[in-house]
């Protein structure tokens, strides 16, 4: 699952700074004034707008600088803590949620469906490494779809890429001095740009060995081949997906798009992909395609037969929508609109219902979206991922 507590231990880290930074200056010695140190015995003068004239001594001064100082720390503290404490407890309800969604899904998939008749049937091509082609056999994952490479963009390439920019750069600024320290610098220089070197020939930028590993798709799931080997997957092993999309936009225009996916399986494995990944534009609806074609036919039947079915805080039922507290019967129910991450249900005048949520806290989103729709009666609609 998408992790939920980094809001929280960086509320928690700032938070604990600033009850450090309270205690550090209640305690502190030094007393300025105008920006000058100040010494027992000293005055400050303080002039408002107004022209009111305000003489201080040392123990003044450092009395009020020790309280200003003090609630300043404080107020930070207590603010970051609070947040902390509210990502905490929103990371724990969601938890609770995504716990009951995979309850559910192992329970509806457990449900027998007839073989598809559709399912591919090709052999994969000559250029799919034999261990892929081995765990795809193995795994049953049967006839060969396509084929997706890495990432070009490798998280390695970049970091070591900025450590050898540091790098040139203070060789650079040693060289205008000569003598030992660019020699030295220069030497410290050469480790980080040998290392972005090794790491761009293995690269698929570079790599011909590189380029075959990636993501091999089949009827039944797919292989994953890396550097530390091959796994296979199967669609109707996956429990639950989310993904989380933020595209970036300068004036209007997107100028970059993060995508996450993470995945939990049945068999307990789990898997976190992103851009370095794979092209995660394409492999990500493809993902969520999969799942939606192996729960979807399940989950009717499981609505059917009286079972609820909850997709973080939303949960479906054969009567309808519950959202918290609220609920909605599916006769209300018009359609669902997704804008910038966010999900909304709407009735059939087109007003919102129920509340929205973002879609990076509904697993198995596609699922969800086309049980929606199929239940309300709705037309299927070209649900942004």
């Given at each position: 699952m998408i992790p939920h507590y980094r809001g929280a231990v960086i509320g928690a880290v700032v938070g604990v700074a600033g009850l450090a930074l309270a205690?550090?200056?209640?305690?502190?010695?030094?007393?300025?004034?105008?920006?000058?140190?100040?010494?027992?015995?000293?005055?400050?003068?303080?002039?408002?707008?107004?022209?009111?004239?305000?003489?201080?001594?040392?123990?003044?001064?450092?009395?009020?600088?020790?309280?200003?100082?003090?609630?300043?720390?404080?107020?930070?503290?207590?603010?970051?803590?609070?947040?902390?404490?509210?990502?905490?407890?929103?990371?724990?309800?969601?938890?609770?949620?995504?716990?009951?969604?995979?309850?559910?899904?192992?329970?509806?998939?457990?449900?027998?469906?007839?073989?598809?008749?559709?399912?591919?049937?090709?052999?994969?091509?000559?250029?799919?490494?034999?261990d892929a082609v081995q765990a795809a056999w193995q795994a049953q994952l049967g006839g060969y779809v396509t084929s997706l490479q890495p990432g070009k963009r490798s998280a390695a390439l970049i970091y070591v890429g900025l450590l050898a920019a540091v790098g040139i750069l203070m060789f650079a600024l040693a060289a205008g001095r000569g003598g030992t320290p660019a020699v030295v610098f220069g030497l410290i220089a050469l480790v980080p740009v040998a290392a972005w070197v090794a790491v761009l020939v293995r690269s698929p930028l570079v790599s011909k060995k590189a380029r075959q590993l990636g993501f091999h798709l089949f009827a039944h799931g797919f292989v994953r081949a890396t550097a530390a080997g091959v796994q296979a997957y199967q669609w109707d092993q996956i429990v639950t997906i989310y993904q989380s999309i933020i595209r970036q936009q300068v004036y209007g225009a997107t100028t970059n798009t993060n995508y996450i996916y993470a995945l939990e399986f049945a068999d307990g494995r789990a898997l976190t992909l992103n851009n370095f990944s794979a092209d995660m534009r394409v492999l990500g609806p493809i993902l969520q395609e999969q799942v939606a074609r192996v729960q979807v036919p399940r989950a009717l039947q499981y609505l059917h037969a009286g079972r609820p079915i909850p997709f973080g805080a939303y949960t479906l039922t054969n009567a309808g929508v519950t959202n918290g507290g609220k609920s909605a019967p599916w006769s209300e129910i018009g359609g669902l609109k997704v804008a910038n991450g966010a999900l909304r249900l709407s009735r059939r005048d087109g007003k919102a219902i129920l509340g929205g949520r973002k879609v990076s806290t509904i697993p198995n989103f596609l699922t969800f979206a086309t049980l929606v729709e199929r239940m309300a009666g709705q037309p299927a609609s070209n649900v942004r991922l």
């Open positions: 205690a550090f200056l209640a305690t502190s010695s030094s007393v300025s004034c105008d920006g000058h140190d100040m010494s027992p015995g000293d005055q400050c003068v303080h002039i408002s707008d107004s022209g009111t004239r305000t003489v201080n001594s040392f123990d003044d001064e450092l009395s009020s600088q020790r309280t200003t100082g003090a609630l300043s720390g404080g107020a930070i503290a207590v603010l970051f803590l609070g947040l902390a404490g509210a990502q905490l407890a929103g990371g724990r309800r969601r938890e609770r949620e995504s716990a009951a969604a995979g309850q559910a899904t192992r329970e509806l998939l457990s449900i027998p469906l007839p073989p598809d008749p559709a399912a591919p049937a090709n052999p994969p091509p000559p250029t799919i490494p034999a």
